[in-house]
């Protein structure tokens, strides 16, 4: 089982708070990536990661930013929540350029902005 | 938008059964099409994947079929089990981009329900 961790794993929060979504894996993995899952949706890829200092935004534009200050640890902030943010929030990472490095995926954050 | 599309939303099929879910895509550019399966509370894992060089790939129970010419590839479960029940996802990527899963189109999603 892949050794990626998101804690909280449920949130409800009010309107206008901030809040932090942690990941951290042990894998030593370089590429780190954040999704969001809607029910009945795909998953969407809104923020990724390359390595420390390295932060991309996905196809799905977020309100969210990312930090990289350590390769095992890739957290999510939103500044000031609001309800559109409730959703499930899925961190995962991948190996290096091997065809078979798939995405390791943590447990997920439910978020819920009341 | 580049998109992948899955089909059915939901499924339900009788333990022993076959369960057949279909995907769609557009991008020809696409070169790897995995399926990731995901239990309840739990993030989605990989489960078996194919490139376009091949026509089928057998995992087990799980095999995928895939047509290049009509851009579609689907997931079948042989002998489908209880412990099948499962959301399974397939999607696609361009191999050659970083050369990793980072940049995956999902499809939506299919909920299995194996009954006993």
């Known amino acids: 089982e892949a050794d990626i961790y998101q804690t909280p794993r449920y949130l409800v929060i009010g309107t206008g708070k901030k809040i932090t979504l942690e990941c951290s894996q042990t894998m030593g993995h370089d590429k780190m990536y954040w999704y969001q899952q809607d029910p009945g949706m795909e998953l969407h890829l809104i923020h990724y990661?390359?390595?420390?200092?390295?932060?991309e935004k996905g196809d799905l534009s977020s309100e969210s930013t990312v930090s990289r200050i350590r390769t095992e640890h890739f957290p999510l902030t939103l500044e000031s929540a609001r309800p559109s943010h409730t959703s499930q929030y899925l961190c995962a990472s991948s190996g290096d350029r091997a065809f078979n490095s798939p995405l390791h995926f943590g447990n997920g954050t439910r978020l819920t902005v009341t | 938008q580049q998109q992948v599309k899955q089909s059915p939303q939901s499924l339900i099929v009788q333990k022993g059964g076959i369960s057949i879910i279909n995907c769609a895509y557009e991008n020809t550019a696409f070169d790897y099409f995995p399926w990731y399966q995901q239990f309840p509370g739990k993030g989605p894992a990989l489960l078996i994947a194919i490139r376009p060089d091949v026509s089928e790939k057998k995992e087990g129970r799980f095999t995928i079929s895939f047509n290049k010419s009509a851009k579609q590839f689907s997931l079948h479960i042989m002998d489908s089990q209880p412990g099948d029940s499962a959301t399974y996802f397939c999607a696609a990527k361009l191999w050659n981009y970083g050369g990793s899963q980072g940049n995956l189109i999902f499809g939506k999603g299919t909920k299995l329900s194996v009954k006993p």
């Open positions: 990661s390359y390595g420390v200092n390295s932060t």
